[in-house]
């Protein structure tokens, strides 16, 4: 198959400059894939605004015409179908051509290499699936069966009665006839997405049935919607060696309402950063401990995983989320070192002048989980404060934050667990500490 690649006019005269080769290509691909995104992103903005057009165009020519309305539609939806039917047809030609101009020039070199995508399911067992069932895993985990609910037809039924007794008495068996022929389109219809539906749940009970039977389990693999089909055990080993290889250790004795009662009597005492009237809002009224779902990282050697937290059920996660807001307003960075998203990085790239000296070079965090320093965070923090905040407000940040840092515990498979050494936060908080190393380190250099 081949695919009409948008020109990339200006793109390699910046890349080109910068790096060469290999590098080179990388970056015209990922910077046409970046202007494809953001086609497609104007496109739908595009596209709702013309649909909030024609939504008060149909509003307005219902309340001119009144009941004409509904014999006059019918026509001049059938003309719009028939006028886009014509323009599609114009611009699958306008694509054919393209395709096979892209075709006749496209040239294979051993240092132009496409972009490379895992398929949808990887599969890491010896588990052997139908083509409808590796259809199924497929569409992935957000896929859902759609099933009718009993009371939908005789709503419908009810609410079609309803506005047709808004008619003029003249139009009103008309209308019913209309609407029976309408209504009986849609059971037709719905029968026989039925058979689809029992067909699709009879390959999901197959599936499952063979995941026990084979004792594998069906993962969500890191940065992307790829799944992974992988033995339990195998799972299970890769999150055992995480624990290992960051120092965790089991918990003997479940800390959550301990954390609990001490997070209340916090509340009370931090008068100046919470209102008394927001308390029990930011009370957890059942908590459990956070979860550790782990992804697997396919696009590293050997697969290792991505730990993700679930904090939603913690005694600190409301909290968490609330001193959050409280250290943005106390807390103010000068974000010279950052950007808010990647137009901003785009556009902040042109503006640098490249030559053939300069390289580009890119860090990342390896296990950001596992290596955010809490002595150093809560000592940071208390000397950013004090320069613009009073002491008690920034002892009372600080206490609260000191008690949310200290929950560092999770739950997997039954077990928790903990770190021996110094440990990490809470997620809500990470982005605000990245910001405060960025701007540090490089004020600092």
Not at 55 to 77: C, E, G, R, V
């Amino acid at each position: 198959m081949h695919y009409v690649i948008p020109r990339s006019d200006g793109l390699e005269g910046l890349v080109v400059c910068a790096v060469s080769g290999g590098e080179r290509v990388r970056y015209v691909q990922n910077a046409t894939r970046f202007r494809i995104n953001q086609e497609i992103k104007f496109l739908y903005i595009k596209k709702q605004k013309l649909n909030e057009q024609l939504y008060n165009a149909h509003l307005k020519f219902a309340k001119t015409w009144n009941s004409n309305w509904q014999i006059i539609q019918p026509t001049i939806d059938n003309k719009l179908q028939q006028e886009m039917e014509a323009h599609y047809d114009n611009l699958n030609k306008k694509l054919d051509n393209l395709q096979s101009k892209c075709k006749g020039n496209t040239k294979t070199t051993s240092n132009s290499e496409g972009p490379r995508f895992h398929p949808r399911t990887v599969n890491l067992t010896k588990i052997e699936f139908t083509k409808e069932g590796t259809h199924l895993l497929d569409l992935g985990l957000k896929h859902r069966i759609e099933k009718p609910l009993k009371t939908y037809w005789t709503n419908l039924i009810m609410e079609t009665e309803g506005a047709i007794k808004l008619l003029d008495p003249k139009l009103k068996d008309p209308h019913r006839i209309l609407a029976a022929k309408k209504i009986q389109q849609i059971s037709n219809s719905s029968n026989q997405n039925r058979g689809n539906q029992k067909r699709q749940a009879h390959i999901i009970k197959s599936i499952n049935n063979k995941l026990a039977t084979e004792k594998a389990m069906i993962v969500r693999v890191d940065k992307g919607r790829t799944i992974m089909i992988i033995n339990t055990d195998e799972y299970t080993r890769k999150v055992q060696n995480f624990f290992t290889e960051n120092n965790f250790h089991g918990l003997h004795k479940d800390p959550t309402k301990r954390d609990h009662k001490i997070l209340q009597k916090l509340l009370q005492q931090c008068n100046l950063i919470i209102d008394k009237k927001k308390i029990k809002f930011l009370t957890q009224k059942n908590p459990q401990p956070p979860t550790l779902n782990a992804q697997i990282k396919l696009h590293k050697h050997g697969h290792p995983i991505r730990p993700v937290i679930n904090n939603t059920k913690t005694p600190s996660y409301k909290i968490a989320k609330h001193l959050t807001d409280v250290l943005s307003r106390h807390l103010h960075l000068s974000n010279q070192y950052n950007v808010k998203n990647s137009i901003t990085l785009a556009e902040n790239l042109t503006k640098i002048e490249i030559n053939e000296n300069h390289k580009l070079i890119t860090y990342d965090i390896k296990d950001l989980y596992a290596n955010i320093p809490i002595h150093e965070t809560l000592k940071i923090t208390k000397l950013m404060l004090n320069k613009e905040n009073n002491a008690q407000i920034t002892k009372q940040i600080i206490t609260l934050l000191d008690a949310i840092l200290k929950q560092n515990y999770f739950e997997f498979q039954n077990n928790l667990y903990q770190l021996k050494k110094e440990s990490p936060w809470a997620h809500q908080h990470q982005a605000l500490w990245q910001k405060y190393s960025c701007n540090t380190s490089n004020t600092n250099t």
